[in-house]
């Protein structure tokens, strides 16, 4: 059985993962207007991997006899300024993501909820692994530069790590 704050804390959860699940749609979809097309696979893989996530949340909290929420989700942007500016959104909302989880995991502890614990795990591991692909992100569309060429490598070069998801 889930404590109140718990089961609060899971279902605000639910909500982020939606809400990054929203974001990188909306990211996906002005790459592939940019001609971005490698990232906008990327972007789209992503955001059903997000919805994977809120998924994973709800039946947990289905699972474990409590009410999983549907959360309202926050509108959002549809532009960006350019494809390092996007990624390195990407990467502050995982942080954000990343301290979302890490309280949730230190409420589990602090009421010795374990299995709650346990269940977290994973989420722990794949913020790791999410913070750890985007810094590269960053990292080749910086070495790539901004000329056309440059983004067109690093473009096709995001489109490759799909496979590594
Ligand atoms: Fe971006 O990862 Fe969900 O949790």
Known sequence: MLSVKIQNALNTQVGLEDYASHYYLSMASWCDKEGYFGSAKFLYAHSEEEKGHMMKMFKYVIDAGAHALVQPVPKVPHTFKSLLQLFEIVLKHEKEVTQSISSIVELALKEKDFATFNFLQWFVAEQHEEEKLFNTIIGTIKMAGTD??????????????IANK
Not at 148 to 161: N, P, T, V
């Open 148 to 161: 056309s060429r440059g983004l067109f490598f690093a473009d096709k070069e995001i489109e490759k790590l």
